[in-house]
């Protein structure tokens, strides 16, 4: 079955440092891979999403995930952040009829 | 646009006791998919509907069942609750299974004790 790895539990980063947040998942073929966060109080929504095509994608609030297939990774960046980014971060992929298997997530803590 | 609601917001239940959660999907929505969520976890699929019919189910016990209704609003109704049920229970809705634009409800969040 798959399974999605986030190694990151906490990260603690100060204002304008630069993210990255490791996504693994476990086998390959045709993957369809999400990020979504969770912002304290606030429902799960979609930072971005890969079907095909460009490796690099672009999401919103200036987020961006690479699919690097033969590494099983779908790593999220940033390259500046800010206390406003102080959230749960989820990696996720679909599989037969589970439509998101989703990674344990990464608390990310913005400090001034 | 409506988004995803999901009611009671909190809830605190006795072991033993059973438990019914509700969903209204987003306008135009007709699948609905229902999470548990354990503190410091990522969310977990328990099964998805899609008018009416249950269409896949996870890790599961039976005691975990559920019903999707003609406005595509869903129940998700767990018996005989157990301590390790205590969780944040997330719903999502998409326009079929193979669109992947779910829109998540904020959740309720179960407590067991």
């Known amino acids: 079955a798959q399974s999605v790895s986030q190694h990151n539990h906490h990260v603690i980063l100060s204002e304008a440092a630069s993210l990255e947040l490791g996504c693994n998942y476990s086998?390959?073929?045709?993957?369809?891979l999400f990020w979504y966060v969770q912002y304290p109080g606030q429902h799960l929504q979609l930072l971005l999403k890969y079907f095909s095509g460009d490796p690099l994608v672009k999401g919103i609030k200036g987020f961006e995930a690479e699919f690097i297939k033969s590494k099983f990774s779908f790593n999220l960046r940033k390259p500046s952040v800010q206390w406003s980014d102080t959230a749960e971060y989820f990696c996720?992929?679909?599989?037969?009829?589970?439509?998101?298997?989703f990674g344990k997530g990464t608390r990310l803590s913005v400090i001034a | 646009e409506t988004g995803v609601t999901q009611s009671p917001t909190h809830l605190i239940k006795t072991r033993g006791q059973q438990v019914t959660l509700r969903c209204s999907s987003q306008?135009?929505?007709?699948?609905v998919s229902w999470y548990q969520q354990a503190l410091g976890q990522g969310p977990q699929f328990i099964f998805q509907?899609?008018?009416?019919?249950?269409?896949g189910r996870g890790n599961f016990p039976p005691r975990f069942s559920g019903l999707q209704f003609p406005n595509y609003s869903s129940e998700l109704n767990v018996n005989a609750l157990e301590l390790d049920d205590s969780a944040l229970y997330l719903c999502?809705?998409?326009?079929?299974?193979?669109?992947?634009?779910?829109?998540f409800g904020s959740g309720t969040r179960l407590t067991v004790v």
């Open positions: 086998y390959g073929g045709t993957v369809n």
């Open positions: 306008s135009g929505h007709n699948t």
């Open positions: 509907y899609y008018r009416e019919e249950e269409n």
């Open positions: 999502a809705s998409s326009q079929g299974t193979a669109n992947y634009g779910y829109t």
């Open positions: 996720a992929v679909p599989e037969g009829n589970t439509p998101l298997v």
